[in-house]
């Protein structure tokens, strides 16, 4: 059986700490591996998320559902993030959000019991996770501010700096959704930049 690969997990963590062998080898022991396919939901409205997730390869989203049943996607993971619904998961409330894999992934998985195991276990997991969501706070309030402040034509050059590899990747009403402007508003802005290139 092939043995799971941590390298691209290790070389993610070590920009936060720095864990000794043994550490992660106990790390290794109380995580698990997963192989999701394509649109499977991983954390559903109005369920309490009891996992999340490392991605080794693949893409997620989350997204929010309208009283229209329109969906707005609030964030998209790709490969060497941490995905999850995390005021479900940290909180233990049910989801406002939907969580879905938007690609075949591989993914490493940390459950809510296994991760309050390693916070006493291996300390050093306590300063990881809180660096992650200071990281991730600063860059929600990054979205928001471009949200208000931004036209959608800077917005979508930001986007493109940001994540040149991803416009292939996410169907466009996806990005879309993300960058708060329409499928149609997205297409005018692209054939605007073709037509400058």
Known sequence: MKQPNFDNFWKFTDQFVSFSDDEKEHIK?????????KNTILVDL?????????????????????????????????ENMFAGSHESFFSQVPSTQVLETLEDSALIVFSYEKLHQLYNEV??????????????????QKVIASLIINKPQDRYTTYQKLHPSLENRIPQHILASFMGITPVSLSRIRSRKLKKE
Not at 31 to 37: A, C, D, H, L, Q
Not at 48 to 76: H, M, P, Q, S, W
Not at 133 to 139: D, G, K, V
């Open 29 to 37: 022991k109380q995580v698990t591996f997963r192989n999701v396919p």
């Open 46 to 78: 109005e369920q309490t998320a009891k996992e999340v997730f490392f991605i080794n390869k693949g893409c997620l989203r989350f997204y929010y559902l309208t009283d229209e049943g329109n969906e707005i996607t609030g964030f998209i993971f790709t």
């Open 123 to 140: 300390p050093k997991m306590n300063t990881l996770v809180r660096k992650l969501l200071e990281q991730r706070m600063t860059h929600a």
